[in-house]
């Protein structure tokens, strides 16, 4: 089983729950993907399903890349990345995933870009208080001093200080599944979910929740249910019907039909001795 899909981040809105609270909740377009490769222990070294989002054009792609999907005859996606899975042995080249591996209430962790914010100050980026706006303070957001005395005489690794912001790889865990729609293929998860509209994400199950267990869908009830009587019983009863040829079942037609023929031959015969009798 594949632990998530790529997907991509709509927008943000509201929903109201059955006792009228209002929610706030992020809309993902997740899927459909399709499967690109497949990566084995014996060949790769780990187990894992590549999946490409989204269609793009060919000239987007490097050319080894798209000769590859050429040969597979699949068509060049704009998001790829490759998924871990414990067995990827139920899956081959080109099939295609969709939201319904996630239902309502489960729990999942996002991964995304967050917004880049560019070159910022301490302030902003650390949340530095500043100095003091009055009684003649000459220093606002100005660093200040950083280093120490004589010893170390050095500023320490990881100090806080101004630099980029943003732009980095964050996961949000434990994001719980309001609603989904596999027509449209969109998730409705609370929260907020890191980077811009637009942006590409990776939606799988939580690290730290157990999966729920699945539900069994509709379509699956009425097909079980429209199975005839004739088909019911054990499967070892099943397989011994199968099993019997069909030589013995014409024989006991044929003896069932002659059994017939004969009772109605008997009938007029006894009549006749009957009315014999009578006279």
């Known amino acids: 089983m ?130 003091g706006d009055t009684h003649g303070s000459m220093s606002h957001r100005a660093p200040g001093s950083i280093g120490a005395s004589s010893f170390p005489s050095r500023v320490f690794k990881g100090h806080p200080g101004p630099g980029q912001m943003g732009n980095d790889r964050i996961t949000v865990q434990n994001l719980k599944v309001v609603e989904i729609d596999s027509v449209s293929n969109t998730i409705l998860v609370r929260g907020a979910v890191p980077g811009s509209n637009g942006s590409y994400l990776i939606v799988r199950f939580a690290k730290k929740k157990p999966v729920a267990p699945r539900e069994v869908k509709e379509e699956i009830l009425e097909e079980t249910e429209a199975v005839p009587d004739a088909v019911s019983g054990t499967a070892e009863e099943l397989v011994t019907q199968s099993n019997e040829p069909e030589g013995k079942d014409s024989q006991k037609k044929n003896d069932q039909e002659t059994t017939k023929s004969e009772k109605t031959e008997e009938t007029p015969n006894e009549e006749a001795t009957k009315e014999g009798k009578e006279e």
Do not use: H
């Open 2 to 131: 594949v632990t998530g899909i790529l997907g991509k981040k709509v927008g943000m809105t509201q929903i109201f729950d059955e006792n009228g609270k209002r929610i706030s909740v992020t809309v993902l377009e997740a899927g459909p993907c399709v499967v690109q490769s497949i990566k084995t222990v014996e060949k790769d070294g780990y187990v894992a399903v590549q999946l490409g989002f989204e269609r793009v054009r060919e000239k987007r792609v490097k050319k080894p890349q798209r000769e590859d999907l050429k040969a597979k005859g699949l068509t060049c996606k704009r998001y790829v990345r490759e998924i871990r899975c414990e067995d990827a042995s139920s899956f081959k080249v080109g099939d295609e995933m969709t939201s319904d591996i996630f239902q309502k209430g489960d729990y999942l962790d996002i991964v995304g870009t967050s917004k880049g914010k560019g070159f910022q100050g301490g302030m902003k980026r650390r949340g530095w208080s500043g100095g």
